[in-house]
């Protein structure tokens, strides 16, 4: 290969067919729900996990960042790991330890101790995710890339709707350290369907000759240095704290430095020229307006069914379960059967639309809503989950050279997890700053003393005499308060809506702007119906 060549686009992805695909789409399956699943229960079971470890409000926020800020550290290199020592090695070894580690946690008592293998069990279930795409794009064939690739994409949507309900499952009846102890279940049977599914590769010794050390290590520390400052930022109130202004700049430099290291070192790692692509580049963007469209499905109706309806999360998880989670089974073969038949693009406007009018819907809000309430959405997001992100990834792999496969897989991963990340410390500013600034607007009519509030004071006044006379219009003020607050969040949630709302109208915006695929195994092949209907208007027209 030229030497032009390695310095644009980095090291060449080939890899063996897989001896089983069966096992190695199973590897995918296990690999892709195990990393997100884990990563929503112990956001989810935060709570939970700072009882049982006697944690501070402090402690556990960052335990949660170093848990996921440690994935997000190696994810980028393991695409290039997987291509110098082999999928085996790079996903079967870590998957054994992560296994041990996931059984040791819930023994431990001594904070660093916790913070340290909480460390290393992300950083090896960093390695999932990542390596089960290599698997894809590596060693199966390519009439097995659809369904495998749509195993990998809705992992994402059904995981954050049926999370809660297993935070449940695991807290009321099996105990909180099966927040851990399914990794060291699932990890050791996703690691022998490894062995059984990919070829056993000899190390690359040529590219670990030239291995690009120095930006791996620069690209996967500033980002996830960028990670941990928006993940703190929220609760550290951003540009006040100095801790989260050193972590987002410092973040910012070590990136810039990877920039500059790949366009100096002799065969960079993962060169960006790589995304210098018009339809790839806008594939990126939109996959990470999807990530920001789906909040009103992570983020907007659990927390609104916590915040004011006071669900725990099995409660709110029922819904999600059963009108986000499941209803996708049947909707992703429908996805795949589009995908063969259609331009990804009309896949995706569908995808979006749902997302669409789904957050449109929301904006109907009100305190009194309950769980059933949000059924539609629920519904719309789950069609939203199944028909974006798998066509996405469809339009970006048809765009791309598969061969180039390492370099791409390294900047999926930045865009997956670095937009999840910006998504939800983004969503948590906004709902913090619209709840302030609805419950000052709404405030002030009750600080003037308007008619109807002081005829409401009194009524709840009334209501508390029997409790004593001197207490009751205290105790009103404080009910009344109470009631403004719920207002305030309200307005809040309905303002999230909207946010995510006009996300997906942007995405639509960006997905009319990518052109088509050149031809190649991914491009769709027509309906019999309609290649009869061409054929007809061709013989008419001669």
């Not at 939970?48 to 960042?65: P, Q």
């Not at 210098?276 to 609104?304: D, E, K």
């Not at 390294?410 to 600034?437: D, H, K, P």
Request: charged fraction near 10%; include cysteine.
């Amino acid at each position: 290969m030229a030497e032009s060549d390695d310095r644009n686009s980095g090291p060449v992805s080939q890899g063996g067919v897989a001896r089983y695909p069966l096992f190695a789409v199973g590897a995918v399956l296990l690999g892709a729900f195990l990393a997100n699943f884990d990563s929503r229960l112990t956001t989810v079971g935060l709570p939970d996990l700072r009882g049982a470890f006697s944690l501070g409000f402090d402690e556990g926020a960052w335990l949660s960042t170093a848990a996921i800020g440690s994935q997000i550290f190696v994810a980028p290199a393991v695409a290039w790991l997987a291509t110098v020592f082999g999928l085996c090695r790079v996903l079967g070894i870590p998957s054994l330890v992560y296994a041990v580690v996931s059984f040791v946690i819930p023994f431990v008592h001594d904070y660093t101790t916790l913070i340290a293998l909480s460390i290393a069990h992300g950083m090896l279930l960093g390695t999932f995710v990542p390596a089960t795409l290599m698997i894809i794009l590596r060693n199966l064939p390519i009439r097995w890339w659809l369904p495998a690739i749509s195993i990998y994409s809705i992992r994402v949507g059904f995981a954050l709707d049926s999370s809660s309900s297993l935070v449940g499952l695991y807290v009321e009846h099996l105990g909180w350290p099966w927040l851990y102890w399914q990794g060291a279940l699932i990890a050791p049977l996703m690691g022998l369907m490894v062995y059984l599914g990919t070829p056993n590769e000899p190390v690359n010794r040529d590219l670990l000759r030239h291995a690009d050390w120095g930006g791996m290590l620069l690209l996967g520390a500033g980002v996830s240095m960028v990670y941990a400052g928006l993940d703190q930022g929220n609760r550290l109130d951003w540009l006040a704290s100095g801790t989260v202004m050193a972590l987002l700049i410092g973040g910012g430099l070590l990136i810039a430095a990877f920039m500059i290291n790949e366009t100096l070192v002799r065969q960079p790692w993962a060169h960006f020229n790589v995304l210098f692509s018009r339809n790839i580049g806008l594939s990126l963007i939109v996959i990470l307006l999807y990530t920001l469209t789906s909040l009103s499905n992570s983020s907007l109706v659990p927390n609104f069914l916590g915040t004011i309806a006071a669900l725990r999360p099995e409660q709110s998880g029922v819904l999600l379960l059963t009108y986000g989670a499941l209803p996708m089974f049947a909707l992703v073969p429908i996805s795949i059967f589009l995908l063969r038949h259609l331009d990804p693009r009309i896949v995706v406007v569908l995808g979006f639309s749902a997302f669409a009018a789904a957050n449109l819907w929301g904006t109907l809000l009100t305190h009194v809503w309950a769980r059933e309430d949000f059924v539609g959405i629920v519904l719309l997001m789950s069609v939203g989950q199944a028909f974006t992100l798998l066509p996405i990834i469809i339009m970006a792999l048809s765009n791309s050279d598969p061969s180039r496969a390492t370099a791409f897989a390294a900047y999926i991963q930045i865009s997956r997890l670095g937009g999840a990340e910006i998504g939800i410390a983004l969503m948590g500013t906004w709902l913090r700053v619209r709840e302030q600034i609805h419950s000052n607007y709404l405030g002030q009519y009750v600080q003037h003393g308007d008619s109807d509030v002081l005829r409401l004071l009194q009524r709840m006044a009334e209501d508390f005499s029997a409790n004593g006379a001197g207490a009751a219009m205290g105790r009103a003020m404080g009910m009344l308060a109470a009631r403004v607050q719920r207002e305030a969040n309200t307005l809040a949630y309905i303002d999230g809506f909207w946010l995510c709302f006009w996300f997906a109208m942007l995405a639509l915006c960006l997905v009319a702007l990518i052109t088509r695929a050149p031809q190649g195994p991914l491009t769709p092949v027509p309906l019999n119906f309609v290649k009869n209907l061409f054929r007809k208007r061709g013989a008419a027209a001669t």
